[in-house]
């Protein structure tokens, strides 16, 4: 199990990734899939599931209706979001 910790936002956000031992592509079953525990401030908000076919989100208390997308809708989706520029910068190299 991998824990990702963030304490320099506002809340405080702690994602979880439960990553099984072998994830094989051809399978579809849920079981394979990477799930991801988000939590703001303790509190439980959904899991991000990462399958072979789609992304799907789980609403905390919700076990019947995820958002899925498959991976081209997911793709157009970030693709249209705005960019944002790193607010550092990189060095020069001498």
Partial sequence: ?????AHDMPKKVTVTARIPAKIPISSRASSQALKIDVK????????????????E??????????H??????FIDLLTGMPQKRSR???KKST
């Fill in 88 to 90: 550092r910068r990189l």
């Fill in 68 to 73: 899925r997308l498959p991976w081209s809708k």
């Fill in 57 to 66: 989100w789980w609403p905390e208390y919700n076990s019947v209706n995820a």
């Fill in 40 to 55: 703001i401030s303790g509190s439980k908000k959904g899991t991000l599931s990462i399958g072979r076919g789609s992304v």
């Fill in 1 to 5: 199990m991998v824990k990702f910790v």
